[in-house]
């Protein structure tokens, strides 16, 4: 009942045209709905496009499985309702702590592309998250302490070119866990902007910053300043930019 009573006040809210701006209220009804029974809603709030929510105890309870279902229904409501510029990033909180913030709301697994998630370790490489804000080419690559080129395949990336960076990473081959679901993670050759971690991991910095796929790049993904000015750019002008700056 409690769900049913929630599904007909979005319904409402859609109707009304009220759903067109993002703002608690609004999404206040699309999370409830979504809500696992042993998980309650304490706060949100919206900042910059970030969308900053604190979940009940409940939720490190939750099954790897039920975590992502739960996550990926959510952020497909969030981008049915206000599309893809209105909110593009979500702070998740378990009693005001434990903050995980995922970038970049599109999932295709029916079970989620994000868990485990809610308890993990702030270091773990599977958590999604951009390690800063790059507004800028150069925000990017200060913000990145590893820059690549490399050959993908096999999800497995090969080092062929190195501009920052431990040297001893140059012709060695890693994995990104959570690079796997990324729309654009096809065999290729691709530029990369990492954070790396003391256990040997890395993370892309950027959702839509941090990786671009060379001899042919997709364009078009993510409102994203950066992107906008380097799909403007050929390879070698990239390329050359960045030799430049590190």
């Given at each position: 009942m409690k769900k049913a009573l929630l599904l007909l006040a979005t319904t409402a809210l859609m109707l009304t045209g009220c759903i067109e701006q993002?703002?608690?209220?609004v999404v206040k009804p699309l999370i409830e709905q979504h809500l696992p029974e042993q998980v309650d809603l304490q706060s949100l709030q919206i900042k910059e496009k970030n969308l900053e929510v604190s979940l009940s105890k409940g939720a490190l309870s939750l099954s790897p499985g039920s975590e992502g279902q739960f996550i990926k229904k959510f952020h497909d409501e969030l981008l049915r309702t206000f599309g893809n510029d209105q909110i593009?990033?979500?702070?998740?909180?378990?009693?005001?702590k434990t903050a995980r913030t995922i970038n970049g709301l599109s999932c295709k697994r029916d079970n989620?592309?994000?868990q485990p998630f809610l308890d993990q370790p702030l270091d773990n490489p599977l958590l999604i998250d951009r390690y800063g804000s790059p507004e800028t080419i150069d925000d990017l690559i200060e913000q990145s302490d590893t820059i690549v080129a490399a050959n993908y395949a096999d999800e497995t990336y090969r080092v062929t070119d190195l501009f920052k960076g431990d040297p001893a990473l140059l012709?060695?081959?890693?994995k990104i866990p959570e690079d796997i679901y990324r729309d654009f993670a096809t065999n290729g050759?691709?530029?990369?902007?990492?954070?790396?971690?003391p256990s040997g991991n890395?993370?892309?910095?950027?959702?839509?910053?941090?990786?671009?796929?060379?001899?042919g790049r997709p364009k078009g993904?993510?409102?994203?300043?950066?992107?906008a000015v380097v799909e403007a750019m050929t390879d070698q002008e990239l390329i050359?930019?960045?030799?430049?700056?590190?």
């Open positions: 993002a703002n608690p209220e593009t990033s979500v702070t998740y909180r378990v009693e005001g989620g592309c994000w012709h060695q081959s890693f050759r691709y530029l990369l902007f990492l954070h790396s971690f890395y993370a892309i910095t950027g959702v839509w910053s941090g990786k671009f796929k060379l001899e993904y993510g409102d994203d300043p950066v992107r050359e930019l960045i030799k430049k700056k590190t």
